[in-house]
């Protein structure tokens, strides 16, 4: 009998160790910063939304669109929750099950906001969606829904152009 359990222990266990199926609880912005530094000279995407935000659910579907298309070595994407944890199970965990992104998934719970906000960038007022570009030390921040993926993608493809990125990613464009 213990061998037929142990058998299923990864059938189990597969949902939590697919990429974007498992929630990272950040408890301090600088965790934020150690993944920011980790993305090194790829273009980094940082999404801030929350479940009881409806401009930031209704711009999901524009990020996972991004993401497909542009996932790779040089394109990475971090969609970071505002949730409180004490939303976690009752909101957070069911909303991401119902989603099911393929995106990394943080809920950044640092109560400083007003220490770490002007730390993401200096003209963030702390309203979301907010979509924060990162390359190195350059930043664009844009602090407003996304209406089209279209509009996210010229955001993105426009930073791109900016940083003189790689123009692999900018070539996936013309999808």
């Not at 409180?84 to 995106?103: D, G, H, Y």
Request: negative net charge; proline residues 7%.
């Amino acid at each position: 009998m213990r061998k037929i359990y142990l058998s299923l222990l990864p059938v189990f266990l597969l949902p939590c160790l697919l990429p974007g199926q498992t929630l990272k609880i950040f408890d301090s912005f600088s965790q934020l910063e150690e993944r920011i530094q980790q993305a090194g000279s790829s273009i980094l995407v940082i999404n801030f939304w929350a479940t009881w935000c409806g401009p930031c659910i209704e711009e999901l579907p524009c990020f996972d669109e991004l993401y497909r298309n542009y996932a790779g070595e040089d394109f990475e994407m971090v969609m970071v929750t505002l949730d409180f944890r004490s939303r976690i199970e009752p909101a957070v965990m069911p909303f991401l099950s119902k989603w099911n992104p393929k995106q990394e998934i943080i809920l950044l719970a640092d109560p400083e906001v007003d220490n770490w906000i002007p730390k993401v960038h200096p003209n963030w007022g702390g309203s979301i969606p907010a979509t924060l570009l990162v390359c190195g030390e350059q930043r664009a921040l844009a602090e407003k829904q996304f209406e089209s993926y279209e509009d996210l993608k010229a955001f993105v493809l426009d930073f791109v152009s900016k940083v003189q990125k790689t123009p692999k990613m900018c070539d996936k464009g013309a999808r």
